[in-house]
């Protein structure tokens, strides 16, 4: 009865959803261009499919290139003035890229343009974004739930019907080490049939280093053999669990909280008692959770990110050479 429900409730948002797309298909909604090239990274899917690290990877392959990148994102979950946590990755990982935040993505792109001289836009989370025109859009499915479930929100976890990936130009299956090869061939013919003029590629997220809440980094095998405490708030947090299986260290207990949760003192505290209970030496989160911690212990116990980076398991020839067509 409840999956019922949630399926009457999917009914009207799937209209407005396949309304709105069809408004801007057919060109009675106009996207606007900026005058400088658009690579926007986006999902079909609610939660956490790795979009940070691909755009990390995008705006260092352009810089690379000679060419002045800048990051333009919503910057969902950040306080007025300050900016999000997936944004303050990004500063700690590119100090030398610009980035705006604004909910106008025209605008923002406009600003970075104005102000920063970017002759390059990476849109994050840009996919239903129709307003702000791209030149490339990179379609990411997480290999744990590339889907939704196969229903739009809230029968589902997709934002849009699956026909929408129509509009992709390249898709990029990421955690592709999290599942098997015969899982992966299954997921590309799938995706591809709502998609066959996309390009392919495959990554995984490889974890790099540990890093502090100061900046100090230890090599990851520092956690061999270590017993440890994790938690993450993050859309997929199995992800990041299957992440530390990798790393020869022994996870005593793990702590899941929302995404881009925002840790203020009482769960700071909680969170020491929690590991003052645990016979652990370390704890570990993700880099999105410590940016967010202005600790560089809890409870006695040194507290580490791992740091990760994507690394191509296939296509990215292919992404590159559709990287400088777009251009």
């Given amino acids: 009865m409840l999956r019922a429900g949630l399926r009457l409730c ?10 709105r797309n069809r408004r801007y ?3 009675h909604a106009m996207s606007h261009r900026v005058g400088v090239p658009v690579v926007s990274v986006g999902n079909v899917t609610l939660g956490g499919t790795g979009k940070t690290p691909v755009v990390e990877w995008l705006a ?3 810089s690379e290139q000679g060419l002045r990148p800048a990051i333009v994102s919503r910057g969902y979950g950040a306080k007025l003035g300050e900016e999000n946590d997936e944004a303050r990755v990004l500063a700690a990982n ?6 705006v935040q604004n909910p106008d993505r025209v605008a923002g792109a406009e600003r970075a343009i104005a102000e920063y001289g970017a002759d390059r836009i990476v849109l994050d989370d840009g996919f239903q974004h129709r307003r702000l025109a791209r030149d490339l859009d990179l379609v990411l499915l997480d290999a744990l739930e590339p889907f939704g479930w196969g229903h739009v929100v809230p029968r589902g976890t997709l934002r849009e019907p699956l026909t929408g990936l129509g509009r992709a130009d390249v898709l990029m299956l990421s955690r592709a ?3 098997s090869p015969e899982e992966r061939a299954r997921i590309r013919k799938e995706a591809l049939k709502y ?19 100061t900046g100090e980094t230890q090599p990851l095998a520092l956690l061999r053999d270590m017993p440890v405490a994790a938690f993450c708030g993050l859309g997929n947090p199995t992800g990041f669990r299957r992440t530390l299986d990798g790393l020869g ?3 005593v207990d793990f702590k899941t909280f929302p995404d881009h949760h925002s840790y203020p003192p009482a ?3 909680q969170l020491s008692a929690w590991v003052d209970s645990l016979d652990v030496a370390a704890v570990l989160c993700t880099q999105k959770d410590l940016v967010k911690i202005p600790r560089g212990t809890l409870s006695g116990r040194f507290l580490w990110a791992v740091g990760v980076g994507v690394e191509f398991l296939s296509g990215q020839a292919e992404l590159e050479a559709r990287l400088a067509a777009a251009v």
């Fill in 10 to 19: 999917e009914i009207p948002y799937s209209a407005a959803v396949d309304w």
């Fill in 25 to 27: 298909d057919r060109g």
């Fill in 60 to 62: 260092r392959w352009y």
């Fill in 94 to 99: 590119l100090p030398g890229v610009p980035r």
């Fill in 177 to 179: 080490d999290l599942v």
């Fill in 195 to 213: 998609a066959p003029q996309a390009g392919w590629a495959e990554v995984v997220h490889r974890p790099r280093t540990l890093l502090s809440s």
């Fill in 249 to 251: 260290c022994r996870v």
């Fill in 267 to 269: 769960d700071l505290d």
